[in-house]
């Protein structure tokens, strides 16, 4: 349950209410035997603000108490107190009253079903018995479409090649490790081995849909990087014929942007062949999202057709991609797989779960017309998730590297070609750097490891589709529109 933070004022000054606690309305009264004497001063002066009117000084008092108030708890990353209130005789925050003034010997423990919030260890069982998240988790049990990491490494049976990943190769598992002196070793690795598998870069293949052109574009009047991407997507997939006659499932759809203007384009296109068509869209995602779009696909259809034909259907399933199975949901006919920009290892995810549907990829049952995913986000994949282990273990066979090591450092390389620059760093600036190299050398090599990740999805994909199909791995948009540019595209 979302807790709000509110405001109260008291006197002339006012406190805010802290997430779990209330904030008392009285001044504490009872001095603390380890306050200085100006702070007993400054009690005092906020004591007497009752009867007179407030004043500067009386202000100063007030402030210099709420401070007193404010949790002693030294945030090392932040470089200050934390500014969380205590209770009434606590010196420190219920997050932070569980560490000693040297900050170990935690009693506070990250709750298990959401990390988010920490919990007292001994209240811990209780705890799990009420927790709002513990109803999430278990919200989709008994639906059809659900079962528990189906599309996880573990349940995989179409993946290329044996062993998961990391631990049997006995390769780097420990959080603390020092990832940098793994990343400084892999370094030359990497670059001998895109040497020699990659030649050419990827082609940059930038379309524009008219239909886009002449209406969202120009109801913006600044940022339009969005639109542009959009306006290449859905054009692939008309140049491949894949809006005809079909229906669409997005994966982490968010506010299902992406499907609203792809059923806008649609919904065109039909009408001005005057062949009315109700598309189907299956949208997929496993957080709760705000301003969502799914009530204007049928408002879009009425008024560009006009008519009462039968408007699109949307069906939102919020649930995780790797415990989706899709084949409860797929209606009759044919579907194309949609997502811009699916994060990390939700790409991994989404590529198993469509390959274990037996309606899209099966022979005797195809309804898999085509699959457009532009991704992002390579830095918080997951070598024992990644779809393709084998090609990764291929490609270092001859060099002293183990798969999960490897895998490490391509995902932390990866976020060089798209944290973007520091105003004012120049090509060869190395910025202090551990690795000593420069900004244009960091951002190559990031290309590098990206490149790697996405043929590994490019090339296990293309052994599970049936023959007649054609996986292409292009980049859609040019680096100063977003610097996650890379699309992957199936189609026959």
Not at 15 to 22: E, F, K, L
Not at 41 to 46: D, F, N, P, Q, S
Not at 367 to 389: F, K, T, W
Request: hydrophobic share 35%; proline share 3%; charged share 25%.
């Amino acid at each position: 349950m979302a807790i709000r933070v509110r405001a109260h004022f008291v006197r002339d000054g006012w406190r805010r209410w802290q997430p779990g606690r209330q904030i008392c309305d009285e001044v504490e009264k009872k001095q603390r035997t380890s306050q200085s004497d100006d702070a007993r001063v400054g009690e005092a002066t906020a004591a007497t603000m009752t009867a007179e009117p407030a004043t500067a000084g009386a202000a100063a008092a007030a402030a210099t108490l709420h401070d007193d108030r404010r949790c002693t708890f030294y945030m090392v990353q932040k470089q200050r107190r934390c500014g969380m209130m205590c209770k009434k005789g606590c010196d420190m925050c219920s997050e932070h009253s569980g560490f000693s003034s040297q900050g170990t010997a935690a009693r506070r423990v990250p709750c298990p079903l959401d990390p988010k919030h920490s919990v007292c260890e001994s209240n811990l069982r209780k705890h799990l018995l009420k927790c709002s998240k513990l109803k999430l988790r278990h919200a989709n049990d008994d639906k059809p479409y659900y079962c528990l990491d189906f599309n996880a490494a573990a349940h995989r049976c179409h993946d290329v090649g044996a062993g998961s990943g990391g631990d049997a190769d006995g390769g780097v598992n420990d959080d603390n490790a020092d990832i940098n002196e793994i990343i400084v070793k892999m370094i030359p690795i990497l670059e001998d081995v895109y040497s020699k598998n990659f030649v050419d870069e990827l082609p940059l293949d930038v379309k524009r849909n008219d239909f886009m052109l002449n209406g969202r574009f120009n109801q913006l009047v600044a940022n339009k990087k969005h639109a542009i991407q959009q306006s290449s997507l859905i054009q692939h997939l008309c140049t491949r014929n894949l809006t005809r006659n079909t229906s669409f499932v997005e994966f982490g759809c968010g506010r299902a942007e992406l499907s609203r203007y792809v059923n806008q384009f649609v919904t065109h296109e039909n009408t001005a062949r005057s062949s009315p068509h109700s598309q189907h869209f299956v949208l997929i995602d496993r957080a709760s999202n705000r301003m969502k779009f799914d009530k204007k696909f049928a408002d879009d259809f009425e008024e560009m057709t006009g008519s009462g034909a039968p408007h699109p259907m949307t069906h939102r399933y919020r649930i995780d991609i790797k415990d989706l199975k899709l084949d409860p949901l797929l209606q009759d006919g044919n579907y194309v797989a949609i997502s811009k920009h699916l994060c990390g290892v939700a790409t991994d995810l989404a590529l198993r779960c469509i390959a274990n549907s037996e309606k899209l990829v099966q022979p005797g049952q195809l309804q898999l017309q085509g699959l457009c995913i532009a991704m992002c986000c390579r830095h918080i994949c997951d070598s024992e998730e990644y779809v393709n282990p084998a090609y990764i273990r291929e490609l270092i066979r001859d060099y002293d590297a183990d798969y999960t090591s490897f895998f490490r450092a391509l995902q932390k390389m990866c976020s060089w070609a798209t944290c973007g620059r520091k105003p004012g760093l120049k090509d060869d600036d190395t910025n202090g750097h551990f690795t000593q190299l420069t900004v244009q050398q960091r951002e190559s090599l990031g290309f590098m490891a990206r490149r790697i990740i996405d043929h590994g999805r490019y090339k296990w994909i293309a052994s599970i589709v049936p023959q007649d199909y054609k996986v292409e791995l292009l980049r859609y948009v040019p680096l100063n529109v977003s610097l996650e540019n890379v699309a992957m595209i199936i189609h026959k």
